[in-house]
Each structure stands twice: as C-alpha cells, then as structure tokens.
C-alpha cells in the first residue's frame, strides 16, 4: 500500500498565514499539520487560514487536529478557518458539527479555489508578496 503524502505550504503576511495543504490528511500525516499550525502561534501569527482545495481526503484524526488547533489559536486571541474543503471533508466537518472550522457557503454552494495563492478576505499589502514555498513536506517532523 503506498505511503499517503501530503505537502504543506506556508504564506506569512504579517500577523496572518496561509497554509495550504495537497494531498491526503490521515492518521500518518495529521502530525505533520498539527505541527505546522503550532509553528505558525510559535512564530506570532494570530490568524491562519488553511487551503483545503488540494486535500483529497481528510479523516477523523485530521478533523480532531483542526479542532484542537482551533481551541489553541483562539486561547491565543487569534483565529482558524478552513477554506475551500472538497465536498467529503465539508460533509465530515458538517456530520461533527464543526461548521465553525469553515469559512464558507454551505454544502453544494462552495466559491472557486484560491488564485495567485491568497485569500480574497486578505487585506491588500503595498508590498509584493513573498512566493509560496513548502514549509514541510511528508515524512519531515
């Protein structure tokens, strides 16, 4: 059975991030997301933002390391939110009552996915933004 791989990629823009995610997130690689939303608190971002446009799967271990990130981020004054989950991970996070995690329309009514790597809802900057680069990779903790 092949190893599930998933890639993460991480934007700063002040005190706000964007993580996106590719691949699959299961038992194997929710370590690997866990430990990037505690970089970002670790580094002093308040608001993180999590691309799941490229995520084919999410899990329960997946749904319960959102959760407990989210309850991080908000003792820390900031916020998390989901956006963009496929239809399965948007009915997993419906199913648990997690719908707070997301930062969309509801089920069916779901936006088009991120262009050029930013969010919409972030505020423009007068500086050209960094390029988008792994943060960490499958199999690197």
Same mark, same amino acid.
């Given at each position: 059975?092949?190893?599930?791989?998933?890639?993460?990629?991480?934007? *700063?823009?002040? &005190?706000?991030?964007?993580? #996106?995610?590719? !691949?699959?997130?299961?038992?194997?690689?929710?370590?690997?997301?866990?430990?990037?939303?505690?970089?970002?608190?670790?580094? !002093?971002?308040? #608001?993180?933002?999590? *691309?799941?446009?490229?995520?084919?799967?999410? !899990?329960?271990? !997946?749904?319960? #390391?959102?959760?407990?990130?989210?309850?991080?981020?908000?003792?820390?004054?900031?916020?998390?939110?989901?956006?963009?989950?496929? @239809?399965?991970?948007?009915?997993?996070?419906?199913?648990? *009552? &997690?719908?707070?995690?997301?930062?969309?329309?509801?089920?069916?009514?779901?936006?088009?996915?991120?262009?050029?790597?930013?969010?919409? #809802?972030?505020?423009? &900057?007068?500086?050209? @933004?960094?390029?988008?680069?792994?943060?960490?990779?499958?199999?690197?903790?």
């Amino acid at each position: 059975m092949p190893i599930p791989q998933l890639n993460v990629y991480r934007h *700063d823009r002040e &005190s706000r991030a964007l993580l #996106t995610l590719a !691949g699959e997130i299961d038992i194997d690689t929710a370590p690997l997301v866990r430990e990037s939303l505690e970089h970002c608190l670790r580094d !002093g971002i308040r #608001t993180i933002d999590v *691309d799941l446009t490229a995520v084919a799967f999410c !899990g329960c271990s !997946g749904l319960s #390391t959102f959760l407990h990130a989210s309850q991080q981020t908000t003792a820390a004054g900031g916020s998390l939110q989901l956006h963009y989950p496929r @239809p399965l991970v948007a009915r997993l996070v419906e199913l648990t *009552d &997690s719908g707070f995690l997301l930062r969309s329309p509801p089920l069916g009514h779901l936006p088009a996915p991120l262009q050029g790597g930013l969010l919409p #809802t972030a505020p423009a &900057s007068p500086r050209r @933004p960094a390029p988008i680069m792994p943060a960490l990779s499958g199999g690197v903790l």
